[in-house]
Each structure stands twice: as C-alpha cells, then as structure tokens.
C-alpha cells in the first residue's frame, strides 16, 4: 500500500513544526516538510522529508503537494509576495494535485468584523481572505485560528521582553490594559489540532469540513496571564503596558482586540477540539515547562 503523504507549510516555524512533531508522534502519514532552505539547521532537525519551494514558486508548490492526502498551511504575513496570493498558490496547487484536505492557520477579519474601523491589520484581514478561497475551492478543508502566541513572552515579539526584577519577573506588553485575548501555546497545541483533523477529516466530516477552531489555552488580560506564568515560575510576575507602538497594523490589532471579540460564543479552550481529542496545554504548565527553560530560572 503507498503511504499516506502529508505537506506542511512553513515547516520550521512555530507552527509548522508543531504540526511535524504532532504528525511523527501520529505515524498515519509519512511527512513532507517545505522549507526555503532545506540545509538549514532548523530544517535538519525535522526528522522527515523536506522539500523546497517559496510561496511565489508555483512549480516547486506544485511538487511539493503532488501525491499529498493532507496540507497543512501557512502564511507569511509582510513579505514579497502578499498572503492573499500565496494562499490561492498553494490552494491552486493542492486543487490540481487532488488533495483531499486542508487545513489553515487563519485569523478572523479586523476590518470586516470592526465594519471597517480598523483597516490596516492586513496580517488577519488577508488570512480570511485566504480561508472563504479556501471554503469555496471544492477542497475539503478546515481553518484553525490561534491567538495571541505564548511563545511571544520569551522570543520578545514586538519589542516586549520578559525581564528578570529583585523580587520575580516582568511581563511586557502591547497589549490595551483591561483587554481580554487568547492565549495560545501554539508550539505545544498546534500540532496535536492539525493531527486531529488529518486524521479525522474523512469519518467526522460533519464536525471538521469548513469549520473555524479557535486554538487557545484561555481568554485572558495580561494580568490573568502574568498570574498563571508566576505559578508556573513560583515568582511574582507584575505587568508593564507599553501602548501603541507607533506600527498601524499592530496598534489596529491590539485596539480591535480591546473592542471587538474574535469570535463571539466560542469558549475557550475550543469544545469542538476537545471532542475531537486535542487537549490544550495551559499557561502553567507553558511557563513551567518551557518560559522557565527559555529565562534560565
Ligand atoms: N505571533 C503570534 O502571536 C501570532 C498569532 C496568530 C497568528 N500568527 C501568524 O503566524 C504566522 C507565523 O507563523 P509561525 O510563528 O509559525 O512562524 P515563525 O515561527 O515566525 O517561522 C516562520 C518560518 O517561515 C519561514 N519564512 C520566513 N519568512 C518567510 C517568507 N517570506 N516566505 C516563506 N517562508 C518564510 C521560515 O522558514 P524557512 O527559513 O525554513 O523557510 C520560518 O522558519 C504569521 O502568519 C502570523 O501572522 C502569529
């Protein structure tokens, strides 16, 4: 019998090799991972097959789905080639090719949703253009959207360290003060949601097919944040808000995260997931495990 191949995206970021190590752990699919550099260390260390191909590159996407079951996608925001387009790349490719499913890391439409108040996060706005061209492909296919990285606190995202003090440790943040937003430790969570669906897309089609999961640990301020990282820690963590950065798409997301819900009704963690077997971690257990690693605490 040939083996059941799976392609993921951006196979050494976050996400991307979240959803490599898920999908080894798994074994139902041999694996192609698509990189821009397969000599790199971080491409070495993946463990499967890895292919080549950016995403303006349309015959290298081509072969690096061809004879794929299942693609996990992911979009560059802010690049070359803008993420509208390097979705429909891929998507056209995994259409011609006969892929079975899809599954994409998405975020919902700030404009849409704001109705039009807040206009310049093109890194969400575009994401959902990307997933309706998805949804209208005839692929079978489901989105996952995570939220606000915890993986951010210790790569310093947006200019915002996590800092030792006398007494315990410093969360710095963009984040609007009172705002509530998920939570989401993708590296940990990500992969078991994407080895759920390819797994399960064809006998829970009902549950799975055009579906929107929400992937997050909590909902929560960055006060609720910074007091579950100081039990993972066992130290106080106390909050500094930075406000805007002066950046129109971040300072757009972080304002419509402060007035508008992502998705009104969903708890958090997802049921949806549950049911079909993801089990998040929590922000505890992120910050015992692996923010204290990260410090040297
Ligand atoms: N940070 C957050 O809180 C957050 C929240 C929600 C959604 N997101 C979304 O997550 C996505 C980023 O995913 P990630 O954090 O998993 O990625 P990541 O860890 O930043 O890694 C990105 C990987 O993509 C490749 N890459 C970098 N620039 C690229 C380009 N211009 N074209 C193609 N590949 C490129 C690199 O791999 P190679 O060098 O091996 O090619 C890199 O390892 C973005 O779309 C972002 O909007 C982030």
């Known amino acids: 019998m040939s083996p059941r191949i799976a392609t993921v995206f951006m196979a050494t970021g976050v996400q991307g090799s979240s959803a490599i190590r898920a999908l080894l752990k798994d074994g139902t699919f041999t694996l192609r991972a ?166 399960q897309y064809a006998t829970r089609s009902a549950e799975i097919d055009k579906k929107t999961f929400v992937l997050g640990s909590q909902k929560a301020t960055t006060e609720e944040t910074a007091a579950e990282l100081a039990k993972g820690l066992g130290a106080p963590v106390t909050v500094k808000h930075l406000g805007a950065m002066g950046v129109f798409p971040v300072d757009d997301m972080y304002d419509f995260s402060a007035e508008f819900e992502w998705f009104p009704g969903v708890e958090v963690p997802d049921k949806r997931l549950e049911a079909l077997g993801v089990k998040v971690g929590s922000i505890e257990e992120f910050a015992r495990t692996e923010l204290k690693k990260h410090i040297g605490a």
Not at 84 to 96: L, P, S, W
Not at 127 to 138: D, F, I, R, T
Not at 149 to 169: A, Q, S, V
């Open 34 to 199: 698509v990189t821009r550099n397969a000599n790199s260390e971080a491409a070495r260390a993946l463990g499967c097959e890895v292919v080549e191909a950016t995403f303006g590159d349309k015959d290298a996407i081509k072969k690096a789905v061809t004879g794929a079951e299942c693609v996990f996608l992911v979009t560059m925001p802010f690049a070359e080639l803008s993420e509208v387009n390097q979705g429909k790349n891929v998507i056209d490719a995994c259409k011609e090719a006969g892929v079975k499913f899809v599954a994409f890391s998405t975020l919902p439409s700030v404009n849409d949703i704001s109705g039009g108040k807040y206009t310049h996060a093109i890194h969400f706005d575009e994401k959902a253009k990307v997933q309706k061209y998805l949804e209208a492909s005839g692929i079978a296919c489901a989105s996952i959207c995570p939220g606000s990285f915890l993986e951010n606190i210790h790569r310093g995202m947006l200019g915002c360290p996590f800092t030792k003090t006398d007494t315990g440790y410093e969360l710095t943040t963009r984040e609007r003060p009172g705002s509530s937003s998920i939570k989401t430790w993708t590296g940990h969570d990500m992969g078991p949601a994407v080895a759920a669906l390819f797994t």
